[in-house]
Structure formats: C-alpha cells, structure tokens
C-alpha cells in the first residue's frame, strides 16, 4: 500500500461518525431499465472523495477496512487480501468488457448484471458463480448500497433447480434431519447448529441467520416477537419469534461464551460464512449418511 493509502486508513479511525445513514436502493424500477444506475447521491461520498484518485485495488482496501472497522471486525491480512483479489477480478473483467470505470463506488446494477451475464456465458459452475454473487452482495453494503442486490434466484430465476439437478444432492427424512442436528449441537462450535434450526424451524435465510446480533437474539429472549436481520436498509424483519425462545436463549448463551456481538465467525465475510455453513453440512451428511451405490440412478431434492 501507499504512503497515501495508510495516511487515508489511518484518518479514517478518527472519523466522529462510522457509517452514513443506507440508502434502500430500489431494485423494482431500476429492473425496468435496462441501464439502471444506482442512485446518484452516494453515501460516504466525502470518503470517496478521498480515495478517487488511487488505484482500483487500494481504493477497495480502503473501503473493507471503514467497513469491517463499523462492524468491530478485525480480519486477518490474509481475508482482507482474498477480499480484496475477488473484487479487484470483478472490475477487471468489467474493464474488459467495456466499462471504464475509474471510481470503485460507482459500482451499480448494470454492472452486476453484466458480470453475471459473462459469468453465464463462459460456463462457469454454478458454486463459483454463487460465491462470486455473494461477494457482490457484500460489497454493495460495504459501499452502503443497501438492499440493491438481491439473492441470485432473482436475476437467475432457475438457478437454484439447476444446482440440484446438477449436484444430485438428497432430500433427508425428518429422522435423519434430527440425527444431523444432534451431531451439529454436540460440536463445541456451535454455529452450524443454530444457522440449521433457524433455517429450517424459524423460517430464516442462512444469510439472515448468521447476521442476528446478540442484542436482537436478547430481545427475542426477552419476549419480542419481531427479528431484524442486518444492516440499514437492506435489513429484514422476522415475525413470530417468540416461540423459539429457548433456541434463542440456548443461542445467546454461545455468543457470549464466544464473545461475539453477531452469530457470524468473527472475521469472515457473510458469503465465506455461508460457504462454510454449507461445506460443512454436505461433510457432516457424507459423514452420518454415506451413499450406498445407486443401481437405480435416481436423484433426491437438496441435501
């Protein structure tokens, strides 16, 4: 990194306000043109102002850095590096594509389209694909674009039937669902576990899952029925919570002994955090329920 660079981080730790109030971008009318852009007054703008005129790769190093510094996280240099290498490959194929974009905060709709588009036409897996969305995701609510991306079944309609087509995964019984769910709540991590039940008896998006706080997760344990899940206006709320006090005061309790302020592994990013959860669960049903040879051929619904 630059000498400007560090001199720009280090300033940042002094801001008096850590975050802009989110703009709730509306992906609704922006879908019905073709070349929507995101809206033109920017949040942080001050902050883009300073960071202009760096280089693509240090102008996003500085971006992660305000951001994980507001959330309390503290990644290592290896994360921030990987971090940093995925969307740096973003604006390169962007780049290559025709977009002359000189200002990493002017990232918008078009462009996640267009990369989703040339992710599409080159073939790549599904899985890449996947994770690549997701460090798009992220990165919109790093540069406070709220609720402008949304899950990748809302640009790719049958994407989520192609990847179980594609990786042949098993529908589990309700017995075997349990089975796992005891194995997960035996680990001495127990985050698997809660992302899990919440998914699957609460009605909650993994994402959502891992975004609870321990404040939130305490009020539902207090008797608050409503849940709010992530960050300003790409926040969701959950109704009904109420019945699953004992999962949340069960869940508080494991925060607190892991000193977390969110059910997430401290210094992961959201869509490493799912890619976690979900290797983990295909490993631990390989694990409980290996495949016998299938003579018949036939394929079951999402493990």
Excluded at 192 to 209: I, K, P
């Amino acid at each position: 990194m630059t000498t400007q660079t560090t001199t720009l981080t280090a300033s940042l730790a002094h801001r008096e306000s850590s975050t802009h109030t989110p703009v709730q971008y509306n992906r609704v009318h922006a879908a019905a043109a073709p070349h929507a852009r995101a809206p033109q007054t920017q949040p942080g703008s001050a902050l883009a102002d300073q960071i202009r005129d760096l280089p693509i790769p240090e102008q996003i190093s500085v971006i992660l850095t305000d951001r994980a510094r507001f959330l309390g996280e503290f990644p290592s240099r290896r994360v921030l590096h990987e971090r940093i290498e995925r969307l740096v490959t973003a604006y390169t194929e962007l780049r290559a594509m025709g977009f002359q974009i000189t200002d990493v905060t002017s990232f918008g709709l078009r462009h996640a389209r267009a990369l989703l588009e040339n992710w599409k036409q080159r073939q790549l897996s599904r899985k890449t694909i996947y994770n690549r969305w997701g460090t798009l995701r992220s990165w919109t609510l790093a540069l406070n674009k709220h609720g402008m991306l949304g899950s990748i079944d809302e640009f790719w309609p049958d994407f989520s039937a192609n990847v179980r087509e594609r990786t042949g995964g098993r529908q589990l019984t309700p017995q075997q669902l349990q089975e796992r769910s005891d194995y997960l709540r035996a680990q001495r991590d127990k985050t698997h576990y809660f992302v899990d039940r919440l998914a699957r008896e609460a009605g909650l998006v993994r994402e959502d899952a891992l975004q609870i706080e321990l404040s939130a997760a305490q009020g539902i344990v207090s008797g608050y029925d409503l849940l709010r899940c992530g960050h300003g206006g790409g926040a969701k709320v959950y109704k009904d919570m109420a019945r699953h006090q004992v999962l949340f005061a069960e869940m508080v309790d494991f925060m607190q002994q892991r000193n977390r302020t969110s059910l997430c592994w401290t210094g992961l990013d959201i869509e490493d955090a799912v890619t976690k959860y979900k290797d983990r669960l295909v490993y631990v049903g390989r694990v409980l329920f290996p495949k016998k040879a299938e003579k018949t051929g036939q394929q079951g619904g999402e493990q």
